[in-house]
């Protein structure tokens, strides 16, 4: 029901509220003083603490202060033997949910417990819902008539109400969060959190306290105690996208949450339970990730129990008119525009696209397309800006010219064309860069440096960190091989 820790300097006291509250069904704990009251909220997390005003050595309105910076989740309820109204002001300025007063009726003592755990749990579900109102209104952009999304979408109603895990294969911008999203939203977890995490936006250590939590002092920054994500999504579903970035570690736990169904916070001592759901989704194979070593089997074989293969963009070209009418209506709403329709000639040129950044990239050409169009029927002409893009190729002549060619320099632009291409293809990750053209890191990074080659993204250039060996800013849309 609540984790409650009871902080009085009294013995009698403090074993008397523990009983009571032990007896309504509370995880009730102790301290006799301020201090002792840290140091046990610097190891476990707690729902809301009871404490006594006049202490020896810290004062429960100096607790009060002390709890906003180390635990702000938790609620604080004050008890005092000597009354005054400046006091009982001065305790709710400081955040205080409430005041008893001794002696108290233990009816009165379980009433506001009863009501402040309620506040807390209310609250917390207002917050979650504001953060997913705006991710829920994108549920009904799954849109689709062809054949295989048919089946996907059969396949999520079938599975919706499974308690089983599912794991969702696709390229980047097929839509894998709007699966997730229809899977929780169709299910008897529905009025629960539904809570997603983009497993690759972060290193490992902010990753671990993000999923699990942290307690104060756990790290460098962890001034209070925190929530983990996988707190948050109790009782609801969890969605981890890109599964496949994730570090043997992060993956031993998550491991564990599924297996046994509780984590601990980085930096705490006891066991966290919770019941979630895990949807997870990658756009690699995860086969091939468990042959090299750099995923665990037995974490995969737990998260692929319901596989759900989203089909690339370009596999259902049928699509591409409805996903157009779709994103011409939401853009003229969110610009004021009148467009139309968009001509037939225009729409021949969208469905024929290879569209390697999927939906999500269909939806960027539409969205540019419409505000800096004036017509109210979108022409090819529209569109011309978003698919011609100028030839980098290097020209090889099929015989040498009479007056001869500087073959240095010709060699000079065919390297650098094929190291650009290489770091393209790997997204630029230079040590695989350079395994693609078969030379050491060392060369690959003389022969970069030699052409003066950095990350550009528009007009800005991101200098490459020293030494990286992790990718560098990733492009908008990367492209991944079709799945099976």
Same mark, same amino acid.
């Given at each position: 029901?609540?984790?409650?820790?009871?902080?009085?300097?009294?013995?009698?006291?403090?074993?008397?509220?523990?009983?009571?509250?032990?007896?309504?069904?509370?995880?009730?704990?102790?301290?006799?003083?301020?201090?002792?009251?840290?140091?046990?909220?610097?190891?476990?997390?707690?729902?809301?603490?009871?404490?006594?005003?006049?202490?020896?050595?810290?004062?429960?309105?100096?607790?009060?202060?002390?709890?906003?910076?180390?635990?702000?989740?938790?609620?604080?309820?004050?008890?005092?033997?000597?009354?005054?109204?400046?006091?009982?002001?001065?305790?709710?300025?400081?955040?205080?949910?409430?005041?008893?007063?001794?002696?108290?009726?233990?009816?009165?003592?379980?009433?506001?417990?009863?009501?402040?755990?309620?506040?807390?749990?209310?609250?917390?579900?207002?917050?979650?819902?504001?953060?997913?109102?705006?991710?829920?209104?994108?549920?009904?952009?799954?849109?689709?008539?062809?054949?295989?999304?048919?089946?996907?979408?059969?396949?999520?109603?079938?599975?919706?109400?499974?308690?089983?895990?599912?794991?969702?294969?696709?390229?980047?911008?097929?839509?894998?969060?709007?699966?997730?999203?229809?899977?929780?939203?169709?299910?008897?977890?529905?009025?629960?959190?539904?809570?997603?995490?983009?497993?690759?936006?972060?290193?490992?250590? %902010?990753?671990?306290?993000?999923?699990?939590?942290?307690?104060?002092?756990?790290?460098?920054?962890?001034?209070?105690?925190?929530?983990?994500?996988?707190?948050?999504?109790?009782?609801?579903?969890?969605? %981890?996208?890109?599964?496949?970035?994730?570090?043997?570690?992060?993956?031993?736990?998550?491991?564990?949450?599924?297996?046994?169904?509780?984590?601990?916070?980085?930096?705490?001592?006891?066991?966290?339970?919770?019941?979630?759901?895990?949807?997870?989704?990658?756009?690699?194979?995860?086969?091939?990730?468990?042959?090299?070593?750099?995923?665990?089997?037995?974490?995969?074989?737990?998260?692929?129990?319901?596989?759900?293969?989203?089909?690339?963009?370009?596999?259902?070209?049928?699509?591409?008119?409805?996903?157009?009418?779709?994103?011409?209506?939401?853009?003229?709403?969110?610009?004021?525009?009148?467009?139309?329709?968009?001509?037939?000639?225009?729409?021949?040129?969208?469905?024929?696209?290879?569209?390697?950044?999927?939906?999500?990239?269909?939806?960027?050409?539409?969205?540019?397309?419409?505000?800096?169009?004036?017509?109210?029927?979108?022409?090819?002409?529209?569109?011309?800006?978003?698919?011609?893009?100028?030839?980098?190729?290097?020209?090889?002549?099929?015989?040498?010219?009479?007056?001869?060619?500087?073959?240095?320099?010709?060699?000079?632009?065919?390297?650098?064309?094929?190291?650009?291409?290489? %770091?393209?293809?790997?997204?630029?990750?230079?040590?695989?860069?350079?395994?693609?053209?078969?030379?050491?890191?060392?060369?690959?990074?003389?022969?970069?440096?030699?052409?003066?080659?950095?990350?550009?993204?528009?007009?800005?250039?991101?200098?490459?960190?020293?030494?990286?060996?992790?990718?560098?800013?990733?492009?908008?849309?990367?492209?991944?091989?079709?799945?099976?």
């Amino acid at each position: 029901m609540g984790k409650i820790l009871v902080v009085d300097n009294e013995t009698s006291m403090r074993e008397f509220l523990a009983i009571v509250l032990g007896k309504e069904g509370y995880s009730v704990s102790t301290a006799e003083d301020g201090n002792q009251a840290l140091k046990t909220l610097e190891k476990d997390a707690f729902d809301l603490v009871l404490t006594d005003i006049r202490m020896p050595k810290m004062s429960g309105l100096e607790l009060l202060k002390a709890l906003k910076v180390v635990s702000p989740e938790t609620i604080t309820v004050m008890m005092t033997a000597y009354a005054s109204t400046e006091t009982a002001i001065e305790a709710m300025k400081e955040g205080a949910y409430d005041y008893l007063t001794k002696p108290f009726q233990v009816d009165e003592v379980k009433l506001i417990i009863k009501n402040a755990l309620e506040r807390k749990k209310l609250k917390k579900e207002n917050t979650q819902l504001r953060r997913e109102l705006k991710g829920q209104s994108s549920f009904t952009q799954i849109i689709g008539k062809s054949e295989r999304m048919m089946k996907v979408l059969d396949l999520v109603m079938k599975v919706a109400d499974s308690k089983s895990n599912v794991l969702i294969y696709g390229e980047s911008g097929t839509g894998k969060e709007l699966i997730a999203r229809a899977i929780h939203y169709n299910s008897g977890r529905q009025h629960a959190p539904f809570v997603p995490v983009n497993c690759s936006a972060l290193p490992e250590t %902010l990753l671990e306290s993000e999923l699990f939590g942290h307690m104060k002092g756990s790290f460098t920054g962890a001034i209070s105690n925190k929530e983990g994500l996988f707190e948050i999504a109790h009782e609801g579903s969890i969605f %981890l996208d890109e599964i496949g970035e994730t570090s043997l570690s992060i993956q031993v736990k998550l491991l564990r949450v599924i297996q046994e169904k509780e984590f601990r916070r980085v930096g705490g001592s006891k066991d966290v339970k919770v019941d979630v759901r895990i949807i997870a989704a990658t756009n690699k194979k995860l086969e091939k990730l468990v042959e090299e070593g750099r995923f665990r089997e037995d974490l995969y074989y737990r998260l692929d129990v319901i596989p759900i293969v989203l089909p690339p963009l370009r596999e259902r070209p049928e699509d591409i008119p409805l996903l157009v009418d779709f994103f011409l209506q939401k853009f003229n709403q969110s610009m004021g525009k009148e467009i139309k329709r968009v001509e037939a000639e225009a729409m021949r040129l969208l469905v024929n696209q290879e569209w390697k950044g999927n939906v999500r990239e269909l939806e960027n050409v539409i969205e540019r397309t419409v505000a800096l169009s004036s017509n109210t029927i979108l022409t090819t002409e529209d569109f011309s800006s978003c698919f011609l893009k100028p030839s980098h190729s290097i020209p090889i002549p099929a015989s040498i010219p009479q007056e001869g060619l500087d073959l240095e320099d010709l060699i000079d632009k065919v390297e650098k064309e094929l190291l650009l291409k290489a %770091l393209k293809e790997t997204h630029w990750v230079k040590k695989e860069a350079a395994k693609l053209l078969h030379i050491n890191f060392r060369s690959f990074r003389y022969r970069l440096d030699k052409h003066g080659i950095k990350r550009k993204r528009g007009e800005a250039e991101t200098v490459d960190p020293e030494d990286s060996e992790g990718p560098m800013e990733q492009e908008e849309y990367p492209a991944y091989p079709a799945f099976d």
